[in-house]
T-cell receptor, first 115, second 113 residues
Framework: AQTVTQSQPEMSVQEAETVTLSCTYDTSESDYYLFWYKQPPSRQMILVIRQEAYKQQNATENRFSVNFQKAAKSFSLKISDSQLGDAAMYFCAYRSHNQGGKLIFGQGTELSVKP | GAGVSQTPSNKVTEKGKYVELRCDPISGHTALYWYRQSLGQGPEFLIYFQGTGAADDSGLPNDRFFAVRPEGSVSTLKIQRTERGDSAMYLC???????????FGQGTRLTVV
């Protein structure tokens, strides 16, 4: 069975600075997808960025980028130029290529942004 | 509607009672997922529908939990004989197809007292 681990329960960053959130996962599959979701206090889970395992190039979405290390099974999220609105819970998630789309989530990292 | 809608937003019920949680997916989305999120934890998969049928219900914790999607759109998660341990946020998500991006609702916070 696949597992996702986020070892940082809480992280803090100064506004305009850069922060990296860590995620490791375990799987025996070679084809899968990885995601970072943001869950603000409003509760709605919002997709931040996704990475296909077969792509070597790291995904980037504006201020958000990932460092995907397939051999090490590591998938970290870098947030550049942090903004107050980035404060939220961040979840790393895994999706198998052939299990209908269900997501396996990590425990989450609570990010606070200091003005 | 524009997004996934879950009702009610909050539900308080007494131990032993029956509850129903509703999910209205994005129109046209064939895949629908239910997750349960305990306080301070990540969501855990409960069940996945493709159309009207439950394609994967491996996450349902026991036979007190049941979900339906009779017409392939709205889904209802049903919990019988609720226990205090059932208290959690219940999240619903939908996708155009399996393995496409899933869009989440705002969840139903269930409290069993």
């Amino acid at each position: 069975a696949q597992t996702v681990t986020q070892s940082q329960p809480e992280m803090s960053v100064q506004e305009a600075e850069t922060v990296t959130l860590s995620c490791t996962y375990d799987t025996s599959e070679s084809d899968y997808y990885l995601f970072w979701y943001k869950q603000p206090p409003s509760r709605q889970m919002i997709l931040v960025i996704r990475q296909e395992a077969y792509k070597q190039q790291n995904a980037t979405e504006n201020r958000f980028s990932v460092n995907f290390q397939k051999a090490a099974k590591s998938f970290s999220l870098k947030i550049s130029d942090s903004q107050l609105g980035d404060a939220a819970m961040y979840f790393c998630a895994y999706r198998s290529h052939n299990q209908g789309g269900k997501l396996i989530f990590g425990q989450g990292t609570e990010l606070s942004v200091k003005p | 509607g524009a997004g996934v809608s879950q009702t009610p937003s909050n539900k308080v019920t007494e131990k032993g009672k029956y509850v129903e949680l509703r999910c209205d997916p994005i129109s046209g989305h064939t895949a629908l997922y239910w997750y349960r999120q305990s306080l301070g934890q990540g969501p855990e998969f409960l069940i996945y529908f493709q159309g009207t049928g439950a394609a994967d219900d491996s996450g349902l914790p026991n036979d007190r939990f049941f979900a339906v999607r009779p017409e392939g759109s709205v889904s209802t998660l049903k919990i019988q004989r609720t226990e205090r341990g059932d208290s959690a946020m219940y999240l619903c998500a939908s996708g155009e197809q399996p393995n496409t991006e899933a869009f989440f609702g705002q969840g139903t916070r269930l409290t069993v007292v």
